[in-house]
């Protein structure tokens, strides 16, 4: 069946289970995906991003050629009416633009698809490792024939658009003048202008994409995650599973569990150069939304609630439940990561399986639950996360925590100890270790400790450094890629520029030879030619502005403290293009302020 066919079954079945059972359920709807859509959802704006900024660079790229194109078309006018006028056809002379620009754009597409070729194989040391069909990026036959597409688009659209530019105007005044003529010369001066104007406005939206994400990206690796990140080595490891075992633990093998770790952490507490060692059922940050979350209650007098269906009626009471990660730590967990005590205890040796439970919240969660309340002595009930229904008495507050990645607020966290709430069998939990010594000889000793320990225990290690590094590469990649095309976008805008205000002073090197024999001084000159680049490229900027408004909305999914439309990143991208492309101005207009008047009169 469709997808839509598909959609209303399910929702049909979601709505009578909803009716069915009321507010025991919260299910509402169902959604259908496919599966190549889910594979592709989180990256898909980040894809779709690249293949904007490679379109509008293939764009900026054109518009070169295109001016070029113009100039040169001018430049041949008299050869033009004179083929046409010895009987050369039109079909004629547009096969000749063919080839020649066929002849660029193949040129270009070969040389391009080598480096291509290049690429590909230094792209797995950029590449996100979780981006999917990684290992399907090669210049495969599709990719070939895609290129091959382009180029040939390419190559048929400059031909007809140069074809077009020489078919224009008078054949026997092209013959009579000697030339294509004033007004021809004036109409390709203005052509020439609208090229490099569209080529300064596409460079623009990809310099302020580039700025834009440069800047989310700057501001996301200095956030502060609530905890201290340096020298600190993370172990995560898998429990032995117990035949028959469910994911519930009993007392024995809560026993076993807490014998199991504390001998673990003494053992490495005691390698050299390891200062702290901490225990958490996940880690924060590094694999993004690794938290079990769910709704806990607000006991305080209240009785548990015997089954399910009490459970439901107490969490759909806004004063009686809430809703918060939940978190399986030591009692050396915060110490381990610095995280601050702001109000209360931690978890102590007191706190044994056989004692009252007890839970230590974040701050996030003490403002947004108990804004004005003290938190500490609440009774909360979370059995939801582990099936133990034995109340939790709150001790403490601690600091916020990004604990769903850096780009997330921080998280409502509900902390329990792990000796009296144990870890899931089910569940990948991590010891953290902070050393100064270096990670390679710190890993080699945690691993012989782990395999005389538990030698069936996986245990994966890293540093924080290199969990942070995997959890922004895809935003790393996404700019350096975005940041490639912006800097080449930017010197082909620059040589555009040079190009069009070169060709300007080459024709008019009589003009402005007669402006010096008349008393123009070079300052005179100089502000006549880097005028009229000044004021394509501020076309240009104007333009590229008002398309970038427009555009870089979409790019709002992949910024973090910074705006679509933030006014630092647009003025200092048009502050940087104006000067390029006033550089780019004065190069030719040095070479027009050192002619020699005398010369210049004589110029053809």
């Known amino acids: 069946m469709s997808i839509a066919q598909a959609r209303a079954d399910l929702g049909g079945i979601a ?98 698809v080598l480096l291509a070729g290049l690429a590909v194989r230094l792209l797995p040391a950029i590449v996100p490792a979780d981006l999917p069909r990684r290992e399907g990026i090669a210049l495969n036959v599709p990719v070939l024939l895609f290129a091959v597409a382009a180029a040939v688009a390419v190559g048929l659209t400059l031909g007809l658009f140069a074809a077009w530019r020489a078919g224009r105007g008078n054949l026997h005044q092209s013959l009579a003048s000697g030339g294509r003529g004033n007004s021809a010369a004036a109409s390709g001066r203005r052509l020439r202008g609208l090229v490099v104007v569209g080529e300064v406005a596409a460079t623009m939206v990809i310099l302020i994409g580039a700025g834009l994400l440069g800047r989310s990206f700057l501001r996301l690796i200095t956030t502060d995650p609530g905890f201290r990140s340096e020298h600190l080595i993370t172990a995560e490891f898998s429990l032995p599973q117990v035949q028959g075992q469910s994911w519930k633990l009993d007392e024995p093998a809560l026993a076993r569990q807490v014998r199991f770790v504390e001998q673990l952490t003494a053992r490495l507490r005691a390698l050299p150069g390891v200062g702290e060692v901490g225990l958490s059922g996940a880690m924060p940050v590094a694999a993004g939304d690794n938290l079990a979350d769910g709704t806990f209650l607000i006991l305080n007098g209240h009785a548990p609630p015997a089954n399910g269906k009490e459970f439901s009626r107490m969490a759909h009471d806004p004063n009686l439940s809430g809703h918060a990660d939940y978190c399986v730590a030591g009692e050396d967990y915060f110490r381990t990561l610095g995280i601050p005590l702001v109000r209360g205890r931690l978890f102590g040796k007191q706190d044994e399986s056989s004692a009252p439970h007890v839970a230590v919240i974040s701050e996030a969660l003490a403002r947004t639950r108990w804004p004005h309340q003290d938190p500490i002595g609440q009774t909360l009930e979370f059995g939801n996360m582990d099936g133990d229904p034995r109340p939790l008495t709150v001790i403490g507050i601690v600091g916020d925590v990004h604990a769903a990645g850096l780009d997330r607020p921080a998280s409502s966290i509900i902390y329990v100890d792990y000796r009296q709430r144990g870890l899931r069998l089910n569940s990948s939990p991590t010891i953290l270790l902070r050393s100064a010594a270096p990670a390679g000889q710190v890993v080699s000793a945690a691993r012989t400790v782990f395999r005389d320990l538990a030698p069936d225990v996986p245990v994966k290690f890293s540093t924080f450094a290199e969990e942070m590094g995997g ?117 030719p207009a040095r070479r027009a302020m050192r002619l020699d008047p005398n010369i210049a009169l004589r110029y053809e």
């Open 471 to 587: 959890w922004l590469a895809a935003r790393r990649f996404l700019l350096l890629l975005v940041g490639v095309f912006a800097c080449a976008a930017l010197a082909l805008a620059a040589i555009g520029i040079y190009g069009v205000v070169a060709f300007s002073v080459t024709r008019r090197t009589q003009e402005i030879g007669i402006r010096m024999a008349i008393g123009a001084q070079r300052g005179d000159v100089l502000r006549l030619v880097v005028g009229e680049g000044a004021r394509l490229a501020l076309g240009g900027v104007v333009i590229g502005i008002a398309a970038s408004l427009a555009i870089t909305r979409l790019l709002s999914s992949l910024l973090f403290g910074v705006t679509a439309t933030d006014p630092l990143t647009f003025a200092a991208v048009a502050g940087l293009l104006s000067i390029v492309a006033l550089l780019a101005s004065y190069i």
């Open 15 to 112: 709505r009578r289970i909803k009716q069915q059972y009321g507010k025991d359920v919260d299910l509402n709807d169902a959604a259908v995906v496919p599966l190549g859509e889910a594979m592709v959802g989180d990256v898909r704006t980040a894809l779709l991003t690249l293949l904007a900024a490679v379109g509008l660079l293939l764009l900026v790229a054109c518009a070169n050629v295109a001016g070029l194109l113009v100039a040169r078309t001018n430049a041949r006018g008299k050869e033009f009416a004179v083929r046409l006028a010895l009987g050369a056809g039109r079909g004629r002379l547009l096969q000749q633009f063919l080839a020649e620009s066929f002849s660029l754009s193949l040129s270009g597409g070969v040389l391009g």
